[in-house]
């Protein structure tokens, strides 16, 4: 899911083209071609995945104490 923040552009996803502006979501299938074009002068958007197992964060008490 990519959801548009501020500004305006293009997507193409499989060779279809949308216009997108802040507010605008697009939904983009999983191994999807695509690509994005700002058509302002910026573009700003926020791209959502599916989690994964093995993608987590995890509080590692040994690594704050040697960061500290």
């Known amino acids: 899911v990519w959801c548009f923040i501020e500004g305006s552009g293009e997507v193409v996803v499989d060779g279809k083209q949308w216009d997108v502006c802040a507010g605008h979501s697009l939904v983009i299938p ?6 994005v074009r700002a058509t302002s002068a910026r573009l ?6 599916k989690r ?7 509080n590692n008490l040994a690594l ?5």
């Not at 700003?44 to 995945?49: A, W």
């Not at 994964?52 to 995890?58: E, K, S």
């Open 52 to 58: 994964r197992a093995g993608i987590a964060l995890q």
């Open 64 to 68: 704050q104490n040697k960061l500290s």
């Open 44 to 49: 700003c958007y926020l791209s959502v995945h």
């Open 30 to 35: 999983k191994g999807a071609q695509r690509s």
